[in-house]
């Protein structure tokens, strides 16, 4: 059984199947019965809860406030931005009927013709149309503004191609949506929150992410600028894990929505929104993790530390489990997530593997012996290392040990990414150079056409145009017009 | 503005208008553009997190964990369970098609007819069929029940009438699905869930309410029982506001779903569902709020304390600011939410109207005078009792009264339930009490045509058989046939 358990592809073998065991090795989601649609499980939404819970008190510490709209859109809100209707109407879920009758030929249930629609519902594939629609009646004059308003939810894209986390019909996010008086405050709040999405990513993740902006051809339908956070992932591929948009006044023409200047002159809203989703769970699975299995920063486990008793009988398991409470008891008031493991019904190596499997962060175990020697098998997750320390003041050496691991995956992811991370002159140079995967830093003319070659040829898209870095100006390697600075190409998730 | 906004109709005018107008004015919530779905708007999504966070934390410390599902269910799934495909067949939400297109007359996008579903998908009215659909994939042995799980979702009914919050096509809520080895199990588990249910309505919606089992008639489609939790309304009517149900094994036949129990033999798994939604919502609102706008319990207020200093110019607010600031730290290291409003665009009369409105438990209102004299005015909420009080003890003076607005409301609750709580021993008598409201107490024999009679003749329902109260038998007050005990008795949201 424990070897099952990390029996599974080699990431060198086949990174993509890796992933997809991966995931259902470590307890996190399988496929449903609906196509496209995931169950997530107990152990892969805990995690994402933590998630929840931090970049939800990041939210509020910025002053937003949470609020919830309908799920169902009427269909002609689509339609009313232009850019919008082109991006989202073709891959969404209608809803044409609101009743089912038993099928008079006796097969169970089918639909109930006469309780069709007038106007077909949207199930939303984002909310900026409703939410829109909405902040007509919540906005009169300047003084209503800001607004500044996320919402969890479900939301749904008739995709293609789906991968359980990374790319699945329904998914939950966060959407932030919120209504400015000036252009400046807009632009500012989409910047604000795309370092917030950063700092979770880089602090809570341990993913180390590139800003910058999307090129025209890739950003978010109806926006004027995408803001992106792009991660690395172990193949050198490049995951879009969080996006934040300037939207202008798109929207607010669209929904007619405008206030009353300090001036009592009439004027469009500006807006913004910003989303990251369960996707991220794929962003943080696909860096961290090995072929034992999962790796979790210590700040997103829910299960941080677990205690192994090795023990043959009762009154063997007795003496470790008084030896182990008050441990126990002082890393919770901690702050720290401890499960003591002294089921029965699974042997210690089947224990070991599965929480290998599970990433749970650092492990103890202890059998007779350390009692008697005062000792503690230590082990921590991310290198697999192995160590028989002092029981006493092991407390502060779990403390001390979980630092040491969010710190050591994010060098590590960091030192990853440098490795893949490349510049290519010529258009030559850069065929060469993608197939090996990674980061590209290469000039580009500007235009969609180049970007468009480029993808069609080598299956790279434009990243972002990074904000930090060198800005260095010089020629587009495809065309040799002029190009003001380096983008990065990656093939991407 | 002050005036306007507490200027809404009295309760003794019209309850239900009184409600309506108070959903609104308290900033709770709004009709959206979408048939019977409302917004939530962030101050009442603020109290419906606080329920969440409570209720999350009850359902975890009795072994609960959190899991995700698809908000979409094959229309066959529905089928599966008879009584439950009767009960929510016909008002649910039908998605046929999966691709909108671009109107070849030019009128925006219409729906592809390319693009139809070969099987129809329906969004979840309630998550039953596709849990144990999936529930098959997780229980083979005994070793792996019981699962405790429960999910936090938006559900979809197509309401004919709906209100806010009491009655919405789409509602938020949790639903705990729960798989056992044995019937005795989960009937302990849907009676522990109940018991939940109670203590967190008593506890900390300071909403009184009876524990009991519902008639068959009254029954969730696909239970064996229906345990519910129910609260009187100021109007005297019956508000169901949470029900867990023991589902036998109906599910587990449906969806082929055994193990294999520890004399190796295989057995159908028995099944219990609970929950409770934003309903809860309404029921909070109307038991406590009053002609002045709403009350809430300290424990579930966004806001439980607010400060308004009162001051004519920059100086004076300033003179305040020192003096309040340690005040709102010590607040705050104390767990109490406070909002220390200075802000300038509004008068002080209108944000007294304005937190009166919404509900705050505590303002403590302070001016020049108090300043020189070393007081500050109090008020509460519930009471709307003002007292001028010495600044020096303030905090643990506002500590004392939260846990006494706390503790008075739910007395006064119940109070008001008690008087409107009697016994009908005729029919006669019954339906000449019924027309004023409240609960009555009466026998019945336990026939779904003597309550279908009842509820045709005065619109009362059975509110459940109560689990605690005079178990003295006697007959029927229409039929005159043997009754085990009195029911409860009530018209209903």
Redesign the interface.
């Known amino acids: 059984m424990a070897k099952e358990l990390k029996n599974f592809t080699k990431r060198s073998d086949n990174y993509s199947q890796w992933y997809n065991e991966l995931v259902v090795k470590a307890d996190l989601a ?1 496929q ?3 196509r496209g ?6 152990y892969g ?2 995690i ?2 933590k998630m929840q819970r931090q970049l939800d008190d990041m939210f509020k510490e910025t002053g937003h ?15 009313r931005e232009a850019d919008h ?1 082109e991006g989202f ?14 099928d008079p030929e006796g097969n ?2 089918v ?1 109930d013709p006469a309780a069709r629609l007038e106007e ?4 939303r594939p984002t909310s900026e149309t ?1 939410i829109w ?2 902040y007509k ?1 919540w906005i009169h004059s300047y ?1 209503d503004l800001p607004i500044l ?1 996320n919402q969890w ?2 939301v ?1 894209r ?1 995709e293609m191609r789906t991968r359980m986390f990374l790319r699945t019909a ?1 998914f ?1 996010w966060q959407e932030g949506h919120t209504a400015h008086a000036t252009k400046e405050e807009a632009e500012t709040e989409a910047r604000k929150m795309l370092d917030v999405y950063g700092e979770f990513a880089e602090k809570y993740m341990a993913v180390p992410v590139v800003k910058g902006v999307k090129s025209p051809n890739e950003r978010f339908a109806g926006a004027l600028d995408t803001y992106t956070i792009e991660a690395m992932m172990q193949d050198g591929k490049a995951l879009q894990s969080g996006t934040s948009h300037f939207l202008g006044q798109n929207f607010a023409k669209a929904f007619d929505v405008t206030f009353m200047n300090k001036e009592n002159k009439p004027e469009y809203v500006w807006a913004t929104s910003w989303g990251v989703s369960t996707r991220l769970m794929g962003a943080l699975i696909m860096t961290h993790s090995d072929d034992n299995g999962l790796v979790l920063p210590p700040k997103l486990a829910p299960i941080q530390v677990v205690i192994v008793p090795i023990y043959k009988n009762e009154e063997g398991l007795k003496a470790i489990s008084e030896k182990v409470e008050p441990l126990v008891k002082e890393l919770r008031s901690r702050g720290i997530s401890v499960k003591y493991d002294d089921a029965d ?1 699974r042997r210690p190596g089947f224990k070991f593997a599965d929480y290998e499997v599970k990433g749970v962060p650092v492990r103890l175990a202890i059998g007779q012996r350390d009692l008697e020697e005062g000792t503690v098998e230590l082990m921590r997750r991310d290198t697999l290392e192995k160590e028989t320390v002092s029981f006493d003041g092991i407390a502060d050496e779990v403390v001390r040990l979980l630092d040491d691991i969010q710190n050591n995956l994010f060098v590590k992811a960091k030192n990853m990414r440098e490795s893949k991370t490349t510049t290519a002159d010529t258009y030559e140079e850069f065929k060469e150079k993608i197939e090996n995967g990674g980061f590209i830093l290469a000039h580009w003319d500007g235009t969609t056409e180049t970007e468009e070659k480029i993808k069609e040829e080598t299956k790279a898209t434009i990243r972002c145009i990074p904000f930090d870095g060198d800005k260095t100006p010089g020629v587009c390697m495809v065309t040799g017009k002029p190009s003001s600075q380096r983008v990065i190409f990656a093939r991407s998730y």
């Not at 109407?89 to 038993?102: D, M, P, S």
């Not at 077909?120 to 199930?123: P, R």
């Open positions: 399988e449903s019965a609906v649609c995931m169950v997530i499980k107990p939404y805990a994402w809860e406030q949470n609020a919830y709209f309908p799920l169902l859109i009427p269909k002609s809100f689509l339609s209707v109407a073709k891959e969404c879920a209608v809803v044409t009927h609101y009743r089912l009758k038993n169970g249930v639909v077909e519902l949207i199930i409703i629609n909405t009646n003084r308003v939810a479900n749904f008739w329904e939950l019904n």
